[in-house]
């Protein structure tokens, strides 16, 4: 053994929406209860069609990611983050992104409802599809 130990991780979903940040609430809350880390991680990705907002070059697809997960951040613990959250974000779709950041994760945590559209999808599309890819045992948090 080489004595390193692998810390509790907690994968939480944001998309900037109501229940992802009772899902982010809820991780910390579970991992301050476990000892572990948050990963708080947000998925992006560009349309399938170019538009004309990209055409034009008015802002980055991951820019608006970071900005609305830091945002949630903001909005769901105010300026003091807890000290065992980190946050990224991820290119591609929610679930995916989602099920990869599971792999060796204690529980991934989900919002039951997200924003439709680029940061996410409608009513239930990506905890459904969590349940079913996710690499462990899922929390959604209405």
């Known amino acids: 053994m080489n004595g390193s130990v692998n810390p509790v991780r907690i994968v939480v979903g944001v998309d900037g929406s109501q229940a992802s940040l009772a899902a982010l609430r809820e991780a910390v809350g579970l991992a301050e209860q476990l000892g572990a880390a948050v990963e708080a991680v947000a ?4 349309p ?3 538009s004309s907002y990209q055409a ?5 697809f991951e820019e608006g990611a970071r900005r609305v997960l830091d945002q949630a951040l903001a909005d769901a613990f105010g300026p003091v983050l807890p000290p065992a959250l980190s946050a990224r974000t991820e290119r591609g779709g929610a679930a995916a992104v989602l099920a990869d950041a599971s792999r060796g994760a204690r529980y991934l945590v989900v919002g039951r409802r997200g924003h439709g559209g680029i940061m996410g999808t409608l009513l239930g599309s990506v905890s459904a599809q969590s349940i079913n890819q996710a690499d462990c045992p899922v929390i959604v948090v209405r």
């Not at 998925?43 to 560009?46: F, I, L, R, S, V």
């Not at 034009?56 to 980055?60: C, D, Q």
């Open 56 to 60: 034009r070059g008015i802002g980055s």
């Open 43 to 46: 998925a992006w990705e560009p």
């Open 48 to 50: 399938a069609k170019p």
